[in-house]
Structure formats: C-alpha cells, structure tokens
Nanobody, 124 residues
C-alpha cells in the first residue's frame, strides 16, 4: 500500500510559479511510475504529466508542455511538479498518482494510488 500526500498549492498571479510536492510512503516508491493530474468541478480528471520509475522518461500534456516540469527524488520518496508561467486556466485541484509499473502513461485507469489533491488558483 502506498499513501500519497500533496503539498505546495496556493494562490498565485498569472505568470508566476509554484512547485507542488507529493510525498509517498512505503519502501517501493522507486518501482512506481508517478503522475500528476488535475480536475475542476463537473469535469473529468485531466492528465498533466508523468514520469517513469527511474525518472528517465517524462511525458506532458500539450497544454503544459514547456511550462511544467515533473521530477522525482527516489531517495526522499518525493515527486515534484514545477509549474512556471502559470495561466488562469491552470486553476484546478492537482492530484498525485502512483502506478505499479515502470511507466503508466496518461490514463487515470493506469494508476493505482491517488493523493487527496491540492488546490492551485491562478489569478489574472
């Protein structure tokens, strides 16, 4: 069992930056692909970024490519999402997810564990 806890959300002006963190429990973190998703009320959960368990493969949604960076520190059991040049449309609840595979991709069904979410609000 893996527990995921996100932090780092908040209110930021458009053009600003935030770094989200996701701390994972358990000793097998390095064997989980990790991903970030986001969801607004009444909408489906949307893929943001994913990283393989070794950290050598990353994939981003087109909407965040070039602005967001996903990374992980397997020694600390943490995955990060650095968000730069934030836009009002990035406002959402951001969720961390873990998948029991080398690479889990962009579908929510490929992930086995989810955090509780952290709110990011970008003002114009």
């Amino acid at each position: 069992q893996v527990q995921l806890v996100e932090s780092g959300g908040g209110l930021v002006q458009a053009g600003g930056s935030l770094r989200l963190s996701c701390a994972a429990s358990g000793r097998t973190f390095s064997r989980y692909a990790m991903g970030w998703f986001r969801q607004n009320p009444g909408k489906e959960r949307e893929f943001v970024a994913t990283i393989s368990w070794s950290g050598d493969s990353t994939v981003y949604a087109d909407s965040v490519k070039g602005r967001f960076t996903i990374s992980r520190d397997n020694a600390k059991n943490i995955v990060y999402l650095q968000m730069n040049s934030l836009k009002p449309e990035d406002t959402s609840v951001y969720y961390c997810a873990g998948g029991r595979s080398y690479y889990s991709g962009s579908f929510t069904t490929a992930y086995d564990y989810w955090g509780q979410g952290t709110q990011v609000t970008v003002s114009s």
